[in-house]
């Protein structure tokens, strides 16, 4: 496994927090490298970036340095600062450092990547105008830069899925949380566009790894593609290589989803969304284990009685934990909403087997 998407730092305004050593840690029971970069830094990115490229130098290769930029301070000259320092890619995020994608400075970014053959991982959240119109036409203007959006590019994946043959060098990670809009991206985006990437510490390696490779599974993927997904690809960008063809998107299923895990699926995704918000969730969770409620002779039932476990796990996790607890963000709020994330991937990807002992065979 290679995380395309991991950081550090102990200044971001949200409340997260991450050392170089419990990033490592987070790693290490998959055995996963992880390209990793500063979280936001709001006095600026210089000594982010010196710790990025420390840390990485010190993890026997575990870490990969990426350089975050802000186009509105000194960008390009901060690039080639840490390009000559051991940096192998860049990060920004229009977002959190409130600059646009069509800009002057950022071309001016782009061009140095397109240089050096540079992978620019960039956050693809919402709220971002026209994000990726500009990242398409980047690409087209600097054909030796990588671009990778984030997060399942989940601001424009309605639409950019049928740009992506015509754009080989763009590239969608899988940081996000949610099952069906990683389905949507396995069965229309081809699958040597789409890199493993969990978030840490706003994700999880071994979480998001569970729900990439089920997704990437139930679309119908082989398992060299899976292995494109989860570290060739993106070995290859790292090293200045052309990208590996790893053959077509399978397209959508051609069997409909099964209404009865869809409805797990949605309650069970609806309640995540209101414990993040810090909203009451007791009513929403009970639906989604009522929707698990099935008789003992139908198809479901084995996965029901799984997610039925799941989710009462879910309910004693959370049983002493308060809702600001759940609504700040942090590796142990993952830990603790993990089992009905899980319930919801089972729900999402039916054709793929769970493991025995979760069926309780």
Same mark, same amino acid.
């Given at each position: 496994?290679?995380?395309?998407?991991?950081?550090?730092?102990?200044?971001?305004?949200?409340?997260?927090?991450?050392?170089?050593?419990?990033?490592?840690?987070?790693?290490?029971?998959?055995?996963?490298?992880?390209?990793?970069?500063?979280?936001?830094?709001?006095?600026?990115?210089?000594?982010?970036?010196?710790?990025?490229?420390?840390?990485?130098?010190?993890?026997?290769?575990?870490?990969?340095?990426?350089?975050?930029?802000?186009?509105?301070?000194?960008?390009?000259?901060?690039?080639?600062?840490?390009?000559?320092?051991?940096?192998?890619?860049?990060?920004?995020?229009?977002?959190?450092?409130?600059?646009?994608?069509?800009?002057?400075?950022?071309?001016?970014?782009?061009?140095?990547?397109?240089?050096?053959?540079?992978?620019?991982?960039?956050?693809?959240?919402?709220?971002?105008?026209?994000?990726?119109?500009?990242?398409?036409?980047?690409?087209?203007?600097?054909?030796?830069?990588?671009?990778?959006?984030?997060?399942?590019?989940?601001?424009?994946?309605?639409?950019?899925?049928?740009?992506?043959?015509?754009?080989?060098?763009?590239?969608?990670?899988?940081?996000?949380?949610?099952?069906?809009?990683?389905?949507?991206?396995?069965?229309?985006?081809?699958?040597?566009?789409?890199?493993?990437?969990?978030?840490?510490?706003?994700?999880?390696?071994?979480?998001?790894?569970?729900?990439?490779?089920?997704?990437?599974?139930?679309?119908?993927?082989?398992?060299?593609?899976?292995?494109?997904?989860?570290?060739?690809? @993106?070995?290859?960008? *790292?090293?200045?290589?052309?990208? &590996?063809? /790893?053959? !077509?998107?399978?397209?959508? +299923? =051609? #069997?409909?989803?099964?209404?009865?895990?869809?409805?797990?699926?949605?309650?069970?995704?609806?309640?995540?969304?209101?414990?993040?918000?810090?909203?009451?969730?007791?009513?929403?969770?009970?639906?989604?284990?009522?929707?698990?409620?099935?008789?003992?002779?139908?198809?479901?039932?084995?996965?029901?009685?799984?997610?039925?476990?799941?989710?009462?796990?879910?309910?004693?996790?959370?049983?002493?934990?308060?809702?600001?607890?759940?609504?700040?963000?942090?590796?142990?709020?993952?830990? @603790?909403?993990?089992? *009905?994330?899980?319930?919801?991937? &089972?729900? /999402?990807? !039916?054709?793929?087997?769970? +493991? =025995? #002992?979760?069926?309780?065979?």
């Amino acid at each position: 496994m290679f995380d395309a998407h991991t950081h550090i730092g102990s200044n971001d305004p949200d409340g997260a927090r991450l050392s170089g050593a419990e990033l490592i840690e987070i790693l290490a029971p998959l055995d996963a490298r992880g390209v990793v970069f500063p979280m936001h830094e709001p006095d600026g990115y210089g000594a982010a970036n010196d710790l990025i490229l420390s840390e990485a130098a010190d993890s026997q290769g575990r870490l990969v340095p990426f350089c975050r930029l802000n186009p509105n301070d000194g960008a390009v000259a901060e690039l080639t600062r840490c390009i000559d320092h051991g940096a192998r890619g860049i990060k920004l995020h229009p977002r959190s450092d409130d600059f646009a994608m069509n800009t002057a400075e950022v071309r001016e970014i782009l061009a140095v990547a397109d240089e050096h053959r540079l992978p620019v991982l960039i956050h693809a959240g919402r709220g971002i105008p026209a994000l990726g119109r500009h990242a398409l036409e980047l690409s087209e203007a600097f054909p030796g830069a990588r671009v990778i959006l984030a997060h399942a590019a989940v601001s424009d994946l309605s639409w950019i899925w049928r740009q992506m043959p015509d754009h080989p060098n763009v590239f969608i990670d899988t940081s996000w949380w949610v099952p069906v809009d990683l389905a949507f991206l396995f069965a229309y985006v081809p699958p040597g566009q789409i890199l493993f990437a969990s978030d840490v510490p706003y994700g999880s390696p071994a979480l998001n790894a569970i729900l990439t490779i089920r997704c990437a599974l139930q679309a119908g993927l082989t398992a060299d593609q899976v292995r494109a997904v989860c570290c060739a690809q @993106l070995e290859r960008l *790292l090293a200045g290589e052309p990208p &590996l063809d /790893a053959g !077509p998107p399978p397209g959508p +299923p =051609a #069997e409909p989803r099964d209404l009865v895990f869809e409805r797990v699926h949605l309650f069970a995704m609806a309640a995540l969304a209101r414990m993040i918000a810090g909203a009451d969730s007791e009513d929403v969770v009970g639906l989604a284990k009522l929707a698990c409620d099935v008789e003992e002779d139908v198809p479901q039932a084995a996965a029901c009685r799984t997610m039925t476990e799941l989710i009462d796990l879910q309910a004693e996790s959370i049983a002493e934990v308060s809702a600001k607890d759940l609504a700040t963000p942090s590796t142990q709020r993952l830990a @603790l909403l993990t089992p *009905l994330l899980l319930a919801a991937t &089972l729900a /999402a990807t !039916p054709e793929v087997p769970a +493991p =025995a #002992e979760l069926l309780g065979v």
